[in-house]
C-alpha cells in the first residue's frame, strides 16, 4: 500500500471513528515517519484534547517538541507524563537528553542516577552517558 492510500485509510478510520484515539496515535506515529511532524503534533494535541493524561500522546508529543528543540513544552508533557509511572526509564532517559541538550548538566544528572537501567541512555547517545556518569556536579 502506498503512502497515499495508507494516509487516506488513516483519515477514513478517524472520520468513521473519531474518538478511536490508538488510530489517531498511529497516524501521528506515521506522520512522524513521513516527514510530516506538524500533523503529527496537530493529532498528538487532539488526543490530549480528548484525553490529557494519554501517556503516549505526552511521550510522543514531548519526543517531537525534543527533536525541534521546544526544550519547555517537551519537559512539561515528559514530567505530566512521569505522573503516572509507567515507563519512567524511558521518560528519565529523554530529560536526560532534554537537559543535556539545555546544558542543565546538574538536572540531567539527576534524571540519570534515577534511571534503574542506564543502558536505554548509553544505547541511544553514548557521549550524553559517558559525559553523565563522570560528572561530578562541578
Known amino acids: 500500500m502506498g503512502k497515499v492510500a495508507q494516509e487516506e485509510e488513516f483519515i477514513a478510520t478517524l472520520k468513521k471513528y473519531p474518538n478511536n484515539l490508538i488510530v489517531a496515535n498511529n497516524y501521528a506515529l506515521w506522520c512522524v515517519k513521513n516527514e510530516r511532524s506538524g500533523k503529527a503534533a496537530e493529532l498528538w494535541t487532539y488526543i490530549l ?3 490529557p493524561d494519554n501517556h503516549s500522546a505526552l511521550i510522543n508529543l514531548g ?3 525534543l527533536n525541534n528543540k521546544n526544550y519547555e513544552a517537551a519537559r512539561a ?4 507524563a512521569m505522573e ?8 528519565l532517559r529523554n530529560l536526560c537528553i532534554l537537559e543535556y541538550q539545555c546544558s542543565n548538566l546538574y538536572q540531567a544528572r539527576e534524571y540519570f542516577n534515577r534511571m534503574s537501567d542506564k ?3 548509553r544505547s541511544v547517545n553514548q557521549q550524553i552517558y559517558s559525559d553523565l556518569l563522570l560528572y561530578t556536579g562541578e
Open 84 to 91: 503516572h509511572n509507567q515507563d519512567l526509564d524511558l521518560i
Open 63 to 65: 519526543n517531537l517538541q
Open 77 to 80: 508533557n515528559y514530567l505530566k
Open 119 to 121: 543502558n536505554l541512555l
Open 49 to 51: 484534547n480528548q484525553d
